[in-house]
């Protein structure tokens, strides 16, 4: 991750956005409630469950390794989360964003990715699909 983004006074936004800076999968997977949700750019349904959950989170996390990939703004409000991010991948600006409804215990509970532009979410999907497959 690039330029690392300044600590945020929510300690669950800090918690991921350091998470997102050095990729600790057991981290991740201590920050998963049960029941929780994914939802995919290119998916069509959700994706339930802790491990469907990780199994996206981690391998984007593989994805986005290498790529200059930082937030850029962060919103708050309650147990939501907002974070825009951006990154560059095979020479394609990506521009994001991720939204994050936290548990009253600071868990994941959904989390939905948005991504910008169009070739940028296909080309996501076929390294996302490599990875998911691996």
């Known amino acids: 991750m690039a330029d690392a983004f300044p600590a945020h006074p929510d300690p669950r936004v800090s918690a991921w956005i350091r998470h997102a800076e050095t990729h600790d999968r057991e981290w991740l997977r201590a920050h998963i409630a049960d029941d929780a949700v994914f939802h995919s750019?290119?998916?069509?349904?959700?994706?339930?469950?802790?491990?469907?959950?990780?199994?996206?989170?981690?391998a984007?996390?593989?994805?986005?390794?290498?790529?200059?990939?930082?937030y850029?703004?962060?919103?708050?409000?309650g147990d939501e989360t907002v974070l825009e991010f951006e990154a560059e991948i095979d020479g394609i600006h990506v521009n994001g964003i991720d939204m994050i409804r936290w548990t009253e215990?600071?868990?994941i509970a959904d989390f939905k990715v948005m991504v910008r532009p169009?070739?940028?979410v296909t080309m996501l999907w076929e390294k996302m699909a490599a990875q998911l497959k691996s």
Do not use: N, S, W
Request: aromatic share 12%.
């Open 118 to 120: 169009y070739k940028a």
């Open 60 to 70: 984007a996390g593989h994805v986005f390794a290498d790529t200059g990939f930082r």
């Open 41 to 58: 750019p290119v998916v069509h349904t959700p994706q339930a469950g802790h491990e469907k959950v990780f199994a996206y989170l981690d």
């Open 105 to 107: 215990g600071g868990l």
């Open 72 to 77: 850029v703004r962060v919103i708050v409000d």
